[in-house]
């Protein structure tokens, strides 16, 4: 029960008391003052009457006639004339009936009808005694009134006072309320500085020291982004363009080569320029620096839309995008609009025009490829290109005698698939010294030949032929069916970035989490890394639904870019999965192990599981579990086997 509450039950009850108590001490005192009148209206009429029958003692009639005439003209219950030897001489009586009394209130407030005496002589002759009973009728009535009168103000005031006492204790409490919020978003890993500081001392300081703690909490966590930040900048960004450098093209091109998704598949193309040391030599670096910011921003403007690509500076002369997913069409048109623009940029600037020279070169490369292969088909490209006429670019072509399928071939084969039954899922648990956390999903196409076909095979022309979320909706499906075939096992499926942007699939999947609420508590969702950056809106509103509707997300592939870090404390995922070469790359350098540490702390201030990924072998475990990191998932801890094989 909440402070409020118990104050208000409490302050309610006193108020209630003490209304109680004034209205027993009025109805008790009204009580008694007509308990005191009913007395004295009996005493005086019992000697006002009998002195009016002293005269005519000697007439018994007269006497009787003044006792009727009495009795009926007030309101007693029975008036007797008793003779000196104790016999009756007279007696009026009524039976006592009140009318518009309950008898529930005539039981609960008991009157004794005084009896009055009065003595009846003349001179030194005594009659007898007269004896008068009041009647109660008129006095139960009274008293009624009285205590309805008292009920109806009793629940006035009280319900006055109650309701006052509601909206003071409200005002009162307001603080403790704020400092409740307060509290409750440290807890949620959320930053709210209370700038209502009461006047009461007690509060006042509460309120204060809360929100010190909370600045604190802040700067620490802001801190350690700030440090990520620096450490991304340093390792992966170059200085001239601000784009990413050689060593973060490497790795992230290599994960995407070996990803087992959409990413293993797609275009590498590549820009090299020709005499810019010589512009440098002749007109200095800022002119040789607008070539450079040119370059970049018309880079920037053609992957701008596009999921998972990325450019690198791989030195002062080439610079390489790659695009996930990609075909050579797409490829083809971007490289004509960038190599337009940049040509055009140079022939407008003398300095430029006389000195510098430059080509594209473009590559298409899959899950076979390896990221020297891809390096060495550019270069024969680019090569090809310088040597080829206007414009300075070439799309390598492989003479391999790998099959080529068209659009509607493929669509084919993927409607088919999806028809017949024939995509698998396969799984891949993530462990800790605690024991499983969930089982990872991934799918796999069985091809008309029977053969077993890997994401990476096909989920590129399924993104391009929009069909993911049909693809989606068939693993959400098998997956819940398989949970609740088998209760102990918790399973994590991956929401491709096309299934979140499309409205429809949204509308689906709000009522399909619906009908699986009761597996909340062993079905994971996950949301790509590069969705973060390029639709974080719908990344945040995915986020509030799983977590309004009980169950639990994480994020797969973080890259611990400046965006996603930036929004961590936003999107609250339950874990985050991380490969492990961006942990042991950090492990290896010593500056660099300050980054790690710092997130490692944003981590653990946010509630967030990190989970190591591509976990190769026990040396590469032994050296994560050094760094504090507990969940590992990888070839080197279990394989990826049919779901179900376990």
């Not at 309805?148 to 403790?176: E, H, N, P, T």
């Not at 995509?423 to 010294?433: C, E, N, Y």
């Not at 069909?467 to 102990?488: C, G, I, P, S």
């Amino acid at each position: 029960m909440t402070l409020f509450r118990q104050l208000q039950i409490f302050v309610t009850i006193m108020l209630l008391a003490v209304l109680g108590i004034v209205l027993q001490i009025n109805f008790s005192d009204t009580k008694e003052y007509v308990r005191s009148q009913l007395y004295t209206n009996a005493k005086n009429t019992a000697n006002s009457l009998s002195l009016s029958m002293s005269p005519f003692m000697d007439d018994l009639s007269i006497m009787q006639t003044m006792i009727n005439a009495m009795f009926d003209g007030g309101y007693f219950e029975e008036i007797t004339l008793i003779r000196q030897d104790g016999t009756i001489s007279y007696s009026k009586s009524e039976k006592i009936e009140v009318e518009g009394v309950p008898q529930a209130f005539i039981n609960m407030v008991k009157l004794e009808a005084p009896v009055a005496e009065a003595a009846v002589s003349g001179g030194w002759n005594i009659y007898g005694t007269l004896k008068v009973k009041v009647h109660l009728g008129h006095s139960y009535l009274r008293l009624w009134e009285t205590f309805k009168q008292l009920c109806i103000w009793f629940v006035a005031i009280g319900g006055l006072a109650s309701f006052a006492s509601y909206f003071i204790l409200k005002l009162i409490l307001a603080s403790l309320n704020a400092i409740k919020n307060q509290a409750e978003a440290v807890g949620n890993n959320e930053f709210i500085i209370n700038n209502r500081v009461p006047r009461t001392p007690e509060l006042k300081q509460v309120v204060l020291s809360m929100n010190s703690m909370v600045q604190k909490v802040q700067t620490i966590y802001n801190r350690e982004v700030e440090t990520l930040k620096k450490y991304q900048e340093l390792q992966f960004k170059d200085p001239l363009t601000g784009l990413y450098n050689r060593k973060y093209f490497i790795k992230q091109f290599g994960n995407f080569i070996s990803s087992n998704d959409e990413r293993s598949k797609g275009e590498i193309i590549l820009f090299s320029f020709e005499g810019l040391e010589k512009v440098q030599q002749i007109s200095g670096f800022q002119v040789v620096q607008q070539l450079y910011d040119f370059a970049s921003a018309t880079m920037k403007e053609c992957t701008a839309t596009k999921l998972y690509s990325f450019i690198s500076c791989l030195n002062a002369n080439d610079f390489v995008i790659a695009l996930p997913s990609a075909d050579s069409d797409e490829s083809n048109l971007c490289t004509k609009m960038i190599y337009s623009k940049i040509k055009d940029f140079v022939d407008a600037n003398r300095e430029f025009r006389e000195h510098t020279e430059f080509a594209a070169g473009i590559v298409s490369y899959n899950e076979s490829d390896t990221i020297s292969s891809v390096l060495t088909k550019g270069d024969y490209a680019l090569s090809a290109a310088k040597n080829s006429a206007e414009p300075h670019f070439e799309h390598f072509r492989d003479d391999g005698n790998a099959l080529i399928l068209g659009k509607l071939e493929w669509k084919k084969m993927i409607e088919s698939a999806l028809s017949d039954q024939r995509f698998m899922l396969t799984s891949q648990p993530v462990v800790s010294d605690t024991g499983e956390l969930h089982q990872e999903i991934f799918i796999n196409m069985v091809d008309l030949q029977g053969q077993i076909q890997r994401a990476g095979y096909f989920m590129p022309m399924v993104i391009k032929l929009s069909l993911a979320n049909e693809v989606d909706q068939y693993v959400l499906r098998h997956a819940t069916d398989f949970l609740d075939k088998n209760q102990d096992i918790t399973l994590a499926v991956n929401v491709s970035n096309d299934f979140l942007k499309d409205r429809e699939s949204f509308t689906w999947f709000r009522k399909f989490l619906a009908t699986v609420k009761h597996l909340s508590k062993r079905l994971v969702f996950e949301i790509p890394d590069e969705a973060i950056g390029k639709s974080f809106d719908i990344c945040l509103d995915f986020s509030g639904l799983i977590k309004g509707t009980g169950f639990k997300f994480g994020i797969d592939r973080f890259v611990m870019n400046e965006t996603s870090v930036k929004y961590l404390h936003l999107l609250k995922p339950d874990y985050i999965k991380i490969e492990q070469d961006y942990l042991l790359d950090i492990e290896n350098r010593g500056e660099a192990e300050v980054a790690l540490n710092a997130f490692l702390t944003i981590t653990e201030s946010l509630g967030i599981k990190l989970i190591a990924t591509k976990i190769e072998n026990e040396e590469q475990k032994a050296v994560l579990e050094a760094r504090q990191i507990k969940y590992f998932q990888g070839r080197g801890i279990a394989d990826i086997t049919p779901l179900g094989d376990k």
